[in-house]
Each structure stands twice: as C-alpha cells, then as structure tokens.
C-alpha cells in the first residue's frame, strides 16, 4: 500500500497471480474432461429412427455387452441382482432408463434384462441405436 500524498492509503491489487492460477487451472480442465466422458463399447444395432441420447443427470444406461455382461452405468452387474440394484434407484417420474445392447447379444438375453428392469418398477425403458447408413 502506498500513502496519497497524506489523503489516506492507496490499495492496489495485483491479479497477475489471479490470472495465472485461473490459466492453469483452465489447461487442467481442458486436458481432464475428455478422459471423464469415457464410456462402455458397445456395437449398437443400426436402424432408421434414431434420436441422440440426452446426457443429463436424470437418465441411467444400461449395457449389455457382446459377452453377455451386463453394467449399470459403469459398474457390473448379475441379471438376478438387477431387479435388486434398480429397485434401490427408487426411479422417480423423470428419470430414465436406456437399454444399450451390443447387436450380437442374442435376443433371449435382451428380453431376459427387459423383463427385470419391468419387475423393478421402472417405468419408462428407452432402447438406444446407432443411424443406419444409407446405401446409395
């Protein structure tokens, strides 16, 4: 601080160390996010209507993998203990549940997964596609 010619004492802030820490800190982020959105593969069947899907907090996706494997989101799970782990969600009226199958999983093994999210409760089951390539 310096003193005004006997008027009282001049604050200054200096934010050259305020927009160096907040550069950094924007690089980190930058450099982070990506490897955040990082997601189960899953060779989606292809067909004609196809909407993208909504990312927001209110939506859970269910993967069922060319294996057979199945996971909540990012975490593994049993068929047996699906109804179990849904039912603990307690889904409310806007959240929603997307089927993500792989196109080689046989189709008993989808049905089988369809019928215990429908035993959990959960109301409203979207069933996620790639677009079809159109062949000229």
């Known amino acids: 601080m310096q ?9 200054e802030i200096n934010v050259t160390p ?3 820490v907040m550069l950094v800190l924007l690089i980190i982020f930058m450099v982070t996010a990506p490897m955040l959105t990082q997601g189960v593969e899953v060779d989606l069947p292809e067909t004609k209507a196809v909407e993208t899907l909504p990312e927001d907090s ?62 959990a409760g959960v109301q409203k089951l979207g069933v996620v596609a790639e677009p079809e390539e159109e062949n000229p």
Do not use: C, P, W
């Open 3 to 11: 003193v005004n010619s006997g008027k009282g004492f001049l604050a």
């Open 18 to 20: 305020f927009v160096d």
């Open 58 to 119: 209110d939506t859970v996706v269910l993967h069922v993998l060319k294996d057979g494997t199945i996971k909540l989101d990012k975490y593994e799970v049993k068929v047996d203990e699906l109804g179990n782990y849904l039912k603990r969600m307690e889904f409310e009226k806007g959240k929603l549940l997307y089927l993500q199958a792989d196109k080689d999983v046989a189709y008993g093994v989808v049905v089988k997964v369809m019928a215990e999210v429908r035993a």
